[in-house]
T-cell receptor, first 116, second 111 residues
Framework: KAGVTQTPRYLIKTRGQQVTLSCSPISGHRSVSWYQQTPGQGLQFLFE???????NKGNFPGRFSGRQFSNSRSEMNVSTLELGDSALYLC???????????????FGQGTRLTVV | GEDVEQSLFLSVREGDSSVINCTYTDSSSTYLYWYKQEPGAGLQLLTYIFSNMDMKQDQRLTVLLNKKDKHLSLRIADTQTGDSAIYFC???????????FGTGTKLQVIP
């Protein structure tokens, strides 16, 4: 069974640009969550999608957005990049069905974004 | 809001046991997790415990939960150099995969 795939693995962008990151969850998983990992702030929750709907959102500005497609693949977009957006962006997938949340969330290797 | 705290660093000798501690604030936590992150890699789920359990054992790993004190620990028996990594404690209190992570504990195993 293939794991969670994130593309690209590494990305360098300049301030003011926008970026789109992609996450393909484990086959059959319908929930995709996104996290930002930085040395200063640690791992912070961005948002979670299930069946193409955003169910939960962390405390990030509106420059951070996401979406999920009918095949459960998800993208996140960051517009007007700032230096502080440099981070490892991690995606996690789980079956995430209904109220009885499955415990296991499997993470991808992440996309390392550097803003210069 | 939810908060999860861990000590930043732990050093042990190969073959000894490691105990990584974590405290959390959200009393409605449903699941508590331990993840491992090796350099340049994503997070690997090691184990998790449901909030109505006190203990869970999985091979070399033992998780202890004190719900009254909101304290979680991960014990690694017979620690190996391959166990060197950052270990994250996390809690999930919602039904929608919003997981709050601790700062991570860097485990250094000395040969």
């Amino acid at each position: 069974k293939a794991g969670v795939t994130q593309t690209p693995r590494y990305l360098i962008k300049t301030r003011g640009q926008q970026v789109t990151l992609s996450c393909s969850p484990i086959s059959g998983h319908r929930s995709v969550s996104w996290y930002q990992q930085t040395p200063g702030q640690g791992l912070q929750f961005l948002f979670e999608y299930f069946s193409e709907t955003q169910r939960n959102k962390g405390n990030f500005p509106g420059r951070f957005s996401g979406r999920q497609f009918s095949n459960s693949r998800s993208e996140m977009n960051v517009s007007t990049l700032e230096l502080g957006d440099s981070a490892l962006y991690l995606c996690a997938s789980s079956s995430g069905t209904g109220a009885s949340m499955k415990a296991e969330a499997f993470f991808g290797q992440g996309t390392r974004l550097t803003v210069v | 809001g939810e908060d999860v705290e861990q000590s930043l660093f732990l050093s042990v000798r190969e073959g000894d046991s490691s105990v990584i501690n974590c405290t959390y604030t959200d009393s409605s936590s449903t699941y508590l997790y331990w993840y491992k992150q090796e350099p340049g890699a994503g997070l690997q789920l090691l184990t998790y415990i449901f909030s109505n359990m006190d203990m869970k054992q999985d091979q070399r790993l033992t998780v202890l939960l004190n719900k009254k004190d909101k304290h979680l620990s991960l014990r690694i028996a017979d620690t190996q150099t391959g166990d060197s990594a950052i270990y994250f404690c996390a809690e999930g209190s919602g039904g929608y995969q919003k997981v709050t992570f601790g700062t991570g504990t860097k485990l250094q195993v000395i040969p």
